[in-house]
């Protein structure tokens, strides 16, 4: 029987894609699923992510990175590493504990230097399958029919799937998601402003400001990191940048957020229509 690897973001796209291989897809194929915590995913979405697992009777498998050893230093192979720990639903963090300690060894993530799903997702749960002893595997993501463009230009390489859009699995479009759920007795509650990490930068202006209008206080916390790591260079960072780094496209700091939120919707509009967005403004695809 081969084996696969269910990469569930805490998503319904993902969530369904889950579902139905479980479903129709147990007598071809062992799986593991495993969900990957930054530690600054929205409250609704860990409840998402637990309620699948109770409501489907599955083994979710939650891992969040470890940078530095118990001497507090960086893990030094070839460089650096990422191990992994296992947590669940109640010992998740919830004060973006992995993503500082990432932040603290390699700076502050931004369109200039985006590794934050690398490190903060692929390795943890890569190094998770190399300690169950898993090699040969397959990858099941997320991605639907209907965002092919979102497909790795290496898929085959990495043997990762895309069930949603192969024709040897079930190829399905969001509408299609959509109406499952509405027929499904739980539903996912977040707002899809605060999928994903809550203000990631990978997400337009707009949807920034719709989360911060949501959510105040998640400000905080992307604050605090610009505050305590924003002259610290990133190790990838290329020639010609220098501090302050900050996370937002046009090295916009989290506070400048908070001054495009007074804007009206007329100048933010403007503003937004001007934005140069990188092709993965919304998605956050570990591998």
Request: glycine share 6%; hydrophobic share 35%.
């Amino acid at each position: 029987m081969e084996k696969m690897l269910i990469s569930f973001s805490g998503g319904r796209t993902s969530a369904y894609m889950m579902y139905r291989l479980i479903t129709d897809f147990s007598d071809k194929y062992e799986f593991k699923i495993v969900f990957a915590n930054t530690g600054k995913e929205d409250e609704e979405t860990l409840k998402f992510v637990d309620r699948c697992a109770k409501e489907w009777n599955v083994e979710i498998i939650w891992v969040e990175g470890i940078y530095k050893d118990d001497n507090g230093l960086p893990f030094t192979k070839k460089g650096w590493g990422v191990k992994h720990k296992i947590v669940t639903f109640e010992t998740a963090s919830r004060n973006g504990q992995p993503f500082e300690e990432l932040i603290s060894v390699l700076g502050i993530p931004s369109s200039n230097v985006p590794f934050c799903s690398f490190q903060l997702k692929r390795k943890p749960i890569l190094h998770y399958m190399k300690t169950i002893g898993w090699k040969k595997y397959k990858i099941a993501i997320g991605i639907r029919n209907d965002e092919v463009d979102r497909i790795s230009s290496e898929y085959k390489k990495r043997r990762i799937v895309y069930p949603l859009i192969s024709k040897d699995f079930f190829p399905t479009n969001k509408p299609q998601i959509l109406d499952w759920f509405l027929k499904n007795l739980f539903d996912l509650q977040c707002s899809k402003n605060l999928g994903n990490c809550d203000l990631c930068w990978k997400k337009g202006t707009d949807t920034l400001i719709k989360a911060l209008k949501e959510k105040p206080q998640i400000i905080d916390w992307w604050q605090n990191m610009t505050n305590k790591y924003s002259h610290f260079a990133p190790r990838t960072m290329k020639k010609g940048f220098e501090p302050p780094f900050n996370f937002y496209r046009t090295n916009m700091s989290p506070n400048d957020l908070l001054k495009l939120k007074l804007l009206s919707d007329k100048q933010l509009d403007l503003f937004v229509e001007n934005e140069k967005l990188d092709g993965c403004s919304e998605s956050c695809e570990p591998f």
